[in-house]
Nanobody, 128 residues
Framework: QVQLAESGGGLVQAGASLRLSCTRS????????LAWFRQAPGKEREFVAS????????YYGDSVKGRFTISVDNAKSTVFLQMNSLQPEDTAVYYC?????????????????????WGQGTQVTVSS
């Protein structure tokens, strides 16, 4: 069974940076996509970023483009989300996810239904 564990969340002020990590336990990442989603209180889950494990493409939600960067260390089975210029509207629980299928389509990569495995989430809070 795939188990994912996020870390790196916390409370920061607006303009600060954070780097989230997500590690798969037991085995290396499969051949599919690695992704980050987030969910703020009272809102639907929102796509943040995704990339195929081979690094052939990256996809970002409109609200984070230019500020967030997704990357992967396959040797360590860890996917990262570097978040810069954080704003209060970035406050949410951030989840990592993996898919069994590789997507080279932004439309498919951004759907939460495309991902079979999810972590428990890490809270990010940005104060103004």
């Amino acid at each position: 069974q795939v188990q994912l564990a996020e870390s790196g969340g916390g409370l920061v002020q607006a303009g600060a940076s954070l780097r989230l990590s997500c590690t798969r336990s037991g085995r290396r990442f499969g051949a599919g996509n690695l992704a980050w989603f987030r969910q703020a209180p009272g809102k639907e889950r929102e796509f943040v970023a995704s990339m195929p494990r081979d690094g052939g493409a990256t996809y970002y939600g409109d609200s984070v483009k230019g500020r967030f960067t997704i990357s992967v260390d396959n040797a360590k089975s860890t996917v990262f989300l570097q978040m810069n210029s954080l704003q209060p509207e970035d406050t949410a629980v951030y989840y990592c996810a993996t898919s069994g299928t590789i997507y080279y389509s932004a439309q498919l990569a951004s759907r939460d239904q495309s991902y079979a495995y999810w972590g428990q989430g890490t809270q990010v809070t940005v104060s103004s």
